[in-house]
């Protein structure tokens, strides 16, 4: 047997490095650790770490998560698998709660009340999943800020419905490719191309134009009091998700949601809509032809629209609910349907209208004559 080995024979700068590495080797460090950006989505953030590593999107999640798990057909940014979370998490070195904070689930308790994996999530676009597709324009983003950013990079406050403009850029989001119309898949960006460096995240997955070369438009104001509460709302969702504390009010995002339904519905009776279409002079917007349409799957032009008139309406609804409901535009009934739980100032603005009546358990059913 050789000599035993004597500890002083070994340097402490070498017993460092090595506990060092096995560290890094027990917590299966990547060499690339890319950290998430500001309102940075997780699933951004996962094809920002694969071309990171010279991979291709699907060779990296299979080399991670094995053939079995399948990432890219569903919604990762909604329903975020914890042991997608998870891994990301650990092999970045990044903190679990920080990684927690790139998924949509951040937004509870603000545009939702609790999160839930199906269905419609208050306030979040729908990508329309289909296998490794996104049919839906769920995915928007400003143009300006894709070309000011050193990478590009996907954030969480272009998946929610309210936002339909970018305040630090003036400009109108977008939700499609201005070259060829397909909905943002950036996933996909890489699959017919041999350069993970030509794939970036802002190229349009099916055309290959740079999305960030997409129209800057301003915003169309269709009020100026309507379009200064909407900033504001925009404002305090940026604020949300970057942590900080927010003033949105949960009945009147409720009550602004259901206007939005109001506009977007084909009830009998109900014609909304042509009528603040008729009060701006413009053609009704573009609307699918399902009974309840809503705002979550509206495309950014019917969206800001609809948006622009609810907030209108609420910036002095009580006289202008009567007016709606004296143009026929809407029954009294109409601003109750479907509605759980309405604030006490929106009960409060059609108080004195001649069918009111409280207390309210059904109310304006007595009155409904559809
Ligand atoms: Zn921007
Ligand atoms: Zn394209």
Known sequence: MGTALQTEDVSQAAVDRTACRSRGVRMGLWPIRYKPQPDELLSSWLVRLAHGHGLKVQTFCNLIFGNRRQVWNRDIDRLAPDWLVETLALHTGTPIEIARKTTLKVFEGTLYPHFHPSGTL?????????????????????????????????????????????????????????????????????????????????????????LSNGPRCPPHIWDEEAFTALSQIIGALDAVTLGEQTPLSPGTLAVLRHLCAMLLGRRRKLRLRAYLSERYGVAEPEVGSRKRSVIESQGIETRHTVLAWSAWMLCSPKERFRQAIANKAVRYNHFFRDFDDPPQWYWDSLRNHPLHRLPASGIGRDHDTE
């Open 122 to 210: 208050l306030w979040i676009q729908t990508m329309k999943v289909y296998h490794r597709q996104r049919e839906g324009l769920g995915q928007q983003y400003c143009p300006a800020c894709l070309a000011a950013d050193t990478v590009p990079y996907f954030r969480k406050t272009w998946r929610v419905s309210l936002k339909t403009f970018c305040l630090q850029h003036g400009c109108y989001l977008l939700d499609r490719c201005h070259a060829c119309g397909a909905p943002v898949a950036f996933h996909r960006v890489d699959m017919d191309r041999d350069e993970t460096e030509a794939a970036a995240l802002s190229r349009c997955h099916r055309c290959g134009e740079d």
